[in-house]
């Protein structure tokens, strides 16, 4: 598979991931009840012991992930910086990123007893970006082909506004 297609894949994954996480942080923050559509277990997940990590809500770190990860992909298509050293952050963080999600579905299923749809959601991208990190790989591009990966960024970006706020909006009952 085409690198940049590697790249543009994890990009709308971490996309995927940060609504989610943004989605989850607010209910946490406002208390808000959680839509959790076919599995019931979200409001059982956000009252147990593991919804929070020092004090902060889970959600955060997943906000802070995903964010992170899309950061890291558009900085390497904007430049040959270090683009080796990028991609062990981009590899490191999707293994970090697996792990985690592993964990609190391990937590969810042995622990909680319960599932929470948005959590499962964040577990397959996280998924996904550990999957697709192993066909990345760093790369130096010309201009036209730089030029080429930020315009698909840029796609993916808008999309993502122009789907996903009208959809956040109609979650959190603003709509």
């Not at 946490?28 to 019931?40: M, R």
């Not at 577990?123 to 930020?150: C, Y």
């Not at 960024?153 to 122009?162: G, R």
Request: aromatic fraction near 14%; charged fraction near 15%.
């Amino acid at each position: 598979m085409q690198r940049t297609k590697v790249r543009l894949i994890m990009l709308i994954a971490s996309l995927i991931g940060l609504f989610a996480s943004v989605y989850l942080l607010y209910t946490y923050i406002s208390g808000a009840p959680i839509v959790c559509g076919l599995v019931s277990g979200c409001e059982l997940v956000r009252a147990s012991k593991w919804a929070y990590t020092f004090g902060l809500p889970r959600p955060l770190l997943g906000v802070v992930f995903y964010a992170g990860v899309i950061g890291l992909l558009i900085i390497r298509s904007v430049t040959a910086w270090r683009s080796s050293l990028l991609r062990r952050l981009t590899f490191l963080a999707a293994i970090l990123g697996f792990i985690e999600s592993a964990f609190l579905f391990i937590i969810q299923w042995l622990d909680v007893k319960a599932f929470c749809l948005w959590c499962l959601v964040s577990g397959a991208v996280a998924t996904i970006l550990f999957i697709f990190s192993f066909f990345d790989r760093a790369e130096v591009f010309d201009s036209a082909q730089r030029q080429s990966e930020v315009r698909w960024y840029l796609y993916a970006l808008v999309a993502f506004v122009i789907l996903g706020l009208p959809v956040l909006a109609r979650l959190i009952g603003v709509i």
